[in-house]
Antibody
């Protein structure tokens, strides 16, 4: 079945970097973009952007460009989210999701989520 | 940005009763050229990722029970659970994909009364 499996929780200090992985299975990886969505404690889901796994072109939401970097390795069907210069406000659960672009853009399925906690 | 709001923030419904969740966009999500509303609904159970329920405002995803239905157009949308089951306890989110950035509603928590 179609599945996205993310890497485990991370505890980082402010200023450090973290790289979250998202391994896809059950479908052709390069046929669907992968989106990243974060959910800070008590907050709504926040779309961060996506990466076109066919062309390699990323699209970042305003505020995500700069410290957030999307990448992928098609040989292992894995997408990555790197967050640089971590801040306490980056503490959140980060989800990857396959983008269904049948004229629109909705997300199905989602990875199980990766908690990134930033604390000194 | 298209801002999404939801009401109520939470609701408690008896088993077997109807639950209704509202979602409102600051701008119309109806694309005139194809007459489709660019809105999806998700269910998020505790400790789990969101799960797609509905897209195009009213098209149920494969495998989603038919007690879940979506309706509405332009700026106002509704997710209805016709007969609440215990496994429906969750937070429900609407999402617009009419334009970037994609935005979500704040969520509505559904509990059993």
């Amino acid at each position: 079945q179609v599945q996205l499996v993310q890497s485990g929780s991370e505890l980082k200090k402010p200023g450090a970097s973290v790289k979250v992985s998202c391994k896809a299975s059950g479908y052709s990886f390069t046929n669907f973009a992968v989106s990243w969505v974060r959910q800070a404690p008590g907050q709504r889901l926040e779309w961060m952007g996506w990466i076109n796994t066919n062309t390699g072109s990323p699209t970042y939401a305003q505020g995500s460009a700069g410290r957030f970097v999307f990448s992928f390795e098609s040989s292992v069907s894995t997408a990555y989210l790197e967050i640089r210069s971590l801040e306490a406000e980056d503490t959140a659960v980060y989800y990857c999701a396959r983008v269904i672009s049948e004229g629109g853009n909705w997300f199905d399925p989602w990875g199980q989520g990766t908690l990134v906690a930033v604390s000194s | 940005d298209f801002v999404m709001t939801q009401s109520p923030d939470s609701l408690a419904v008896s088993l077997g009763e109807r639950a209704t969740i509202n979602c409102k966009s600051t701008r119309s999500l109806l694309y005139s050229s194809n007459n489709k509303n660019y809105l999806a609904w998700y269910q998020q159970k505790p400790g789990q990722p969101p799960k797609l329920l509905i897209y195009w405002a009213s098209t149920r995803e494969f495998g989603v029970p038919d007690r879940f239905s979506g309706s509405g157009s332009e700026r106002d949308f509704t997710l209805t659970i016709s007969s609440l089951q215990a496994e429906d306890v969750a937070v429900y989110y609407c999402q617009q994909y009419f334009t970037l950035p994609i935005t979500f509603g704040p969520g509505t928590k559904v509990d059993i009364k």
